[in-house]
Nanobody, 125 residues
Framework: QVQLVESGGGLVQAGVSLRLSCVAS????????MGWFRQVPGKDREFVAG????????NYADAVKGRFTISRDNAKNTLYLHMNSLKPEDTAVYYC??????????????????WGQGTQVTVSS
């Protein structure tokens, strides 16, 4: 069992940068792949980025590729999402997730086993 807690969201202006963090607790000795998803009211949860446990592979949604960077610090049990050049369409609740399959950076939400409660990111124009 792993508990995930996101932080770093907020209200920002378009064009600025923001860094989200996700701290894992519980069975953090396990080698989980991790991902970020986002969701707006009335829409399905959307994949944002994924990263393997070894961070030797990352995966990005087309909408964020080139602007967002996923990274992790396993020694700190922390996952990050660096978001640059934020756009109003990036507004969503952002969730981190853990996948017990360590070698993949899946874009499929059903592949993930544990989820945080989310952090709100609002980008105004």
């Amino acid at each position: 069992q792993v508990q995930l807690v996101e932080s770093g969201g907020g209200l920002v202006q378009a064009g600025v940068s923001l860094r989200l963090s996700c701290v894992a607790s519980g069975r953090t000795s396990s080698r989980y792949a991790m991902g970020w998803f986002r969701q707006v009211p009335g829409k399905d949860r959307e994949f944002v980025a994924g990263i393997t446990w070894r961070a030797d592979r990352t995966n990005y949604a087309d909408a964020v590729k080139g602007r967002f960077t996923i990274s992790r610090d396993n020694a700190k049990n922390t996952l990050y999402l660096h978001m640059n050049s934020l756009k109003p369409e990036d507004t969503a609740v952002y969730y981190c997730a853990a996948d017990r399959v360590d070698w993949r950076a899946s874009a499929t939400d059903s592949d993930y086993d544990y989820w945080g409660q989310g952090t709100q990111v609002t980008v105004s124009s």
